[in-house]
């Protein structure tokens, strides 16, 4: 179907952005938005315009991207405030912050950001470039907030993960009805730089902790993990993320001075009672010593809620799948376009969103299309039926 006519909703959502643009790119602006909600799968830039308006060509997108002009995080805070306003706040006024990055593979040895990398020892090298992502969550809801792309090493702007993941935390502010703020994230990102970060902007914190951190006797981690006797482990069960089931773990719990973090809780937890000291995770946290160990993991649990997110933003908005330029900046806007659009569409379809159940951007990307087409099918019938009364009139 030939779209002619920007979506009635979309329009007035967008129409305060119109002072950040300049000439007529508020209005490519919108329709790229558009573009990537109902054809995220092909969101080649090129594929992208053959679907747009015949007014808007390639060209006019391309050079949407190439400007310097407007501010991208700047676009993408304000589409996340929209996006955490639309949704009811918890009862408990607790919002979990989430960080973690994902690899978008590429092919093209050109694209000035990827590289070659793997994401453990164990897995093979492949190439792509890596995006850092801060989630906010809570119930079951999962929004973007803000994101940062790893670039080469050989790059003089180059940053490690960790000092990415600092910045987005420094740069992120908390909604109105906030009480209190938990960030979680796996063991990449437990290092003393980060976690005295959280603890310096007094948020609290669910981590996984590698096994080379010590007690403030000198003793690892690893020794606790390797001697702890089974019959140590309490077994507790937790409703699974995404379905109605729940899962059982093994945990213990234990209140400790480590080094560089002060008292903390370290919470042992492993699927199965009978697994031994590899497949146990070691947690900590600076919550109250009345959190119990299972809402300990309760909480760390709300890390796979960032795993759905990068699912849906590669499938619904086709994260990364632009091919621009050459120059890092320009893909860093090519790819906050495709999770503003991501943003757009919480936006617009939130009273669709269950607050009690599990949900999925693809079928609020469905709605979205279907209400789009049913919008361009009655709107030609309108121009069709006022060309033949013109013909009618003048005959």
Same mark, same amino acid.
């Given at each position: 179907?030939?779209? +002619?006519?920007?979506?009635?909703?979309?329009?007035?959502?967008?129409?305060?952005?119109?002072?950040?643009?300049?000439?007529?790119?508020?209005?490519?602006?919108?329709?790229?938005?558009?573009?990537?909600?109902?054809?995220?799968?092909?969101?080649?830039?090129?594929?992208?315009?053959?679907?747009?308006?015949?007014?808007?060509?390639?060209?006019?997108?391309?050079?949407?991207?190439?400007?310097?002009?407007?501010?991208?995080?700047?676009?993408?805070?304000?589409?996340?405030?929209?996006?955490?306003?639309?949704?009811?706040?918890?009862?408990?006024?607790?919002?979990?912050?989430?960080?973690?990055?994902?690899?978008?593979?590429?092919?093209?040895?050109?694209?000035?950001?990827?590289?070659?990398?793997?994401?453990?020892?164990?897995?093979?090298?492949?190439?792509?470039?890596?995006?850092?992502?801060?989630?906010?969550?809570?119930?079951?809801?999962? !929004?973007?907030?803000?994101?940062?792309?790893?670039?080469?090493?050989?790059?003089?702007?180059?940053?490690?993960? @960790?000092?990415?993941?600092?910045?987005?935390?420094?740069?992120?502010?908390?909604?109105?009805?906030?009480?209190?703020?938990?960030?979680?994230?796996?063991?990449?990102?437990?290092?003393?730089?980060?976690?005295?970060?959280?603890?310096?902007?007094?948020?609290?914190?669910?981590?996984?902790?590698?096994?080379?951190?010590?007690?403030?006797?000198?003793?690892?981690?690893?020794?606790?993990?390797?001697?702890?006797?089974?019959?140590?482990?309490?077994?507790?069960?937790?409703?699974?993320?995404?379905?109605?089931?729940?899962?059982?773990?093994?945990?213990?719990?234990?209140?400790?001075?480590?080094?560089?973090?002060?008292?903390?809780?370290?919470?042992?937890?492993?699927?199965?009672? @009978?697994?031994?000291?590899?497949?146990?995770? !070691?947690?900590?946290?600076?919550?109250?010593?009345?959190? +119990?160990?299972?809402?300990?993991?309760?909480?760390?649990?709300?890390?796979?809620?960032?795993?759905?997110?990068?699912?849906?933003?590669?499938?619904?908005?086709?994260?990364?799948?632009?091919?621009?330029?050459?120059?890092?900046?320009?893909?860093?806007?090519?790819?906050?376009?495709?999770?503003?659009?991501?943003?757009?569409?919480?936006?617009?379809?939130?009273?669709?969103?269950?607050?009690?159940?599990?949900?999925?951007?693809?079928?609020?990307?469905?709605?979205?299309?279907?209400?789009?087409?049913?919008?361009?099918?009655?709107?030609?019938?309108?121009?069709?039926?006022?060309?033949?009364?013109?013909?009618?009139?003048?005959?």
């Amino acid at each position: 179907m030939s779209l +002619t006519c920007l979506p009635r909703r979309v329009s007035q959502c967008l129409r305060v952005l119109g002072p950040c643009f300049h000439h007529r790119h508020q209005l490519v602006f919108s329709w790229l938005l558009v573009l990537h909600l109902l054809y995220g799968e092909r969101a080649n830039l090129k594929a992208l315009a053959r679907h747009g308006p015949q007014h808007l060509a390639y060209q006019h997108y391309r050079r949407l991207l190439c400007a310097a002009y407007w501010c991208t995080k700047t676009l993408l805070w304000w589409f996340a405030d929209q996006a955490l306003q639309a949704f009811p706040p918890p009862e408990d006024g607790i919002l979990y912050l989430v960080g973690d990055s994902t690899l978008k593979g590429k092919r093209g040895p050109k694209h000035p950001v990827a590289q070659k990398t793997r994401l453990s020892q164990h897995h093979p090298y492949v190439f792509g470039f890596r995006v850092v992502l801060l989630m906010a969550q809570w119930d079951v809801y999962r !929004i973007p907030v803000d994101f940062a792309l790893v670039r080469r090493t050989a790059d003089p702007a180059y940053e490690t993960e @960790n000092a990415l993941f600092r910045h987005m935390l420094r740069a992120f502010r908390r909604p109105a009805w906030c009480q209190e703020l938990v960030v979680t994230a796996d063991a990449a990102y437990a290092s003393r730089a980060n976690l005295e970060l959280i603890q310096t902007l007094g948020y609290g914190y669910v981590m996984a902790l590698p096994r080379t951190w010590k007690f403030a006797n000198g003793k690892a981690l690893k020794a606790l993990v390797t001697h702890l006797p089974r019959w140590k482990y309490t077994q507790i069960r937790i409703p699974a993320v995404n379905t109605q089931r729940r899962r059982t773990f093994w945990v213990y719990a234990k209140r400790a001075r480590l080094r560089h973090l002060g008292d903390v809780t370290v919470v042992l937890s492993k699927c199965r009672r @009978n697994q031994g000291p590899k497949h146990t995770k !070691i947690l900590v946290t600076n919550l109250p010593e009345t959190v +119990t160990a299972r809402e300990v993991v309760g909480v760390y649990l709300r890390r796979w809620w960032v795993e759905l997110l990068f699912k849906e933003l590669k499938g619904v908005v086709g994260l990364g799948q632009h091919q621009v330029t050459k120059k890092p900046d320009r893909i860093e806007r090519s790819v906050a376009v495709a999770i503003m659009a991501y943003l757009l569409l919480l936006k617009l379809r939130a009273t669709e969103v269950p607050a009690d159940r599990p949900w999925s951007a693809f079928r609020l990307q469905r709605a979205f299309a279907w209400e789009v087409a049913q919008a361009q099918c009655e709107r030609s019938a309108r121009q069709m039926a006022r060309k033949w009364l013109q013909l009618g009139k003048v005959a």
